[in-house]
C-alpha cells in the first residue's frame, strides 16, 4: 500500500498570504496524484489531477506540481473561501489511498 | 448537472448489517467507474470499494473486504455497499464517488461525490 504524508498538518495564515502544501509517496506514484478541498460539513471537491491539471472550476491560483515521490499545491494568493482541509490521494496501485489533509486554517 | 444521492445509513448494533444506495443522475451512469469513500468523525478519507461500469472488476480495501460488497444496477443508475458484520470502526459518513474517466477508462479520480450518508455502529 502507498503511503502518502501531508505536512504540515496545520497552516496558519492570512488572506492574501502564499499557502505551499505538501504530500510525499512512500514510493513513485509518477504524476498520478490527485489533490481535493474539503470544508466544514461538506463533501470533498476536486481540484487538481494528475499533479497539476486543475479540475473544471478551479481558480487559476491553485496550481500544483511534483512527480515521483514529492508533490506540491499553491495556492497563490489565500481567499477567505480558501480555508479549508486539502487532501491528497494517488491512483498509481490499489489500494487508492489519501494523505491525512493538511487544515489550512485563518491565522 | 451531475448529482449522486447517497441514502440507507443510520445506527446499527456492532455485527449487524446495512445496505447504501447513491443514485446517479445527469450522466450515463453506466459508463462510469464508481467508488465509495468513507470519513470517520474528525479524521481524513479513506477509499472502500471501486466498481467499473459493467460490474467486472471490483476492488475493495483490506478493512472491508469479506464483509462488504459493491454492485451497482445501470437500469436504476443506482451504486449499492452492501456492509455486513458491522464493527464500531466503520463508523463514519459514506460518501459514493464519480469516476472522472470516460467510457470503460477509469481513472481512479473523483470529480462528483454525494453529500454523504452517515452510518454509526454502535450498541
Known amino acids: 500500500e502507498i503511503v502518502l504524508t501531508q505536512s504540515p498538518a496545520t497552516l496558519s495564515l492570512s488572506p492574501g498570504e502564499r499557502a505551499t502544501l505538501s504530500c510525499r509517496a512512500s514510493?513513485?506514484?509518477?504524476?498520478?496524484l490527485t489533490w481535493y478541498q474539503q470544508k466544514p460539513g461538506q463533501a470533498p471537491r476536486l481540484l487538481i489531477y494528475d499533479a497539476s491539471n486543475r479540475a473544471t472550476g478551479i481558480p487559476a491560483r491553485f496550481s500544483g506540481s511534483g512527480s515521483g515521490t514529492d508533490f506540491t499545491l499553491s495556492i497563490s494568493s489565500l481567499e477567505t473561501e480558501d480555508f479549508a482541509v486539502y487532501y491528497c490521494?494517488?491512483?498509481?496501485?490499489?489500494?487508492?489511498?489519501f494523505g491525512g489533509g493538511t487544515k489550512v486554517e485563518i491565522k | 448537472e451531475v448529482q449522486l444521492l447517497e441514502s440507507g445509513g443510520g445506527l446499527v448494533q456492532p455485527g449487524g448489517s446495512l445496505r447504501l444506495s447513491c443514485a446517479g443522475s445527469g450522466f450515463t451512469f453506466s459508463n462510469y467507474a464508481m467508488s465509495w469513500v468513507r470519513q470517520a468523525p474528525g479524521k481524513g478519507l479513506e477509499w472502500v470499494s471501486a466498481?467499473?461500469?459493467?460490474?467486472?472488476?471490483?476492488y475493495y480495501a483490506d478493512t472491508v473486504k469479506g464483509r462488504f460488497t459493491i454492485s451497482r444496477d445501470n437500469s436504476k443508475n443506482t451504486l449499492y455497499l452492501q456492509m455486513n458484520s458491522l464493527r464500531a470502526e466503520d463508523t463514519a459518513v459514506y460518501y459514493c464517488a464519480k469516476d472522472q474517466g470516460v467510457a470503460g477508462s477509469s481513472k481512479r479520480t473523483f470529480d462528483y461525490w454525494g453529500q454523504g450518508t452517515l452510518v454509526t455502529v454502535s450498541s
Open positions: 490521494q494517488q491512483r498509481t496501485n490499489w489500494p487508492l489511498t
Open positions: 514510493q513513485s506514484v509518477s504524476t498520478y
Open positions: 466498481i467499473n461500469g459493467g460490474s467486472s472488476v471490483i
